[in-house]
């Protein structure tokens, strides 16, 4: 089974940045799509950044475009967010996962955007 780490979340001001990183276990991370979600408290799960198996294309959510940067290593199998211009709705907790996504996701790592 794939096991996903992620890491890099924290308390920042509004207009701070970030940079998470997901590490992944398994042959399987440059085969795959992946992306980053998010989940805030009493909303839906949302994909907000997806990125192809060799960096060949990217997407992103309308909330965070112009703002956040997905990438990845494979020879480290770990993806990146690099997230800019933090705004107090972007506080959540990030996960990454395939796209789609499977069945096992890492803890997340809580991202707080508050002066």
């Known amino acids: 089974q794939v096991q996903l780490v992620e890491s890099g979340g924290g308390l920042v001001q509004p207009g701070g940045s970030l940079r998470l990183s997901c590490s992944a276990s398994?042959?399987?991370?440059?085969?795959?799509?992946m992306g980053w979600y998010r989940r805030a408290p009493g909303k839906q799960r949302e994909l907000v950044a997806a990125?192809?198996?060799?960096?060949?294309?990217?997407n992103y959510a309308k909330s965070v475009k112009g703002r956040f940067t997905i990438s990845r290593d494979n020879a480290k199998n770990t993806a990146y967010l690099q997230m800019n211009s933090l705004k107090p709705e972007d506080t959540a907790v990030y996960y990454c996962?395939?796209?789609?996504?499977?069945?096992?996701w890492g803890q997340g790592t809580q991202v707080t955007v508050s002066s």
């Open positions: 398994g042959s399987i991370f440059s085969l795959v799509t």
């Open positions: 996962n395939k796209v789609p996504y499977g069945t096992n």
């Open positions: 990125i192809a198996p060799s960096s060949e294309s990217t």
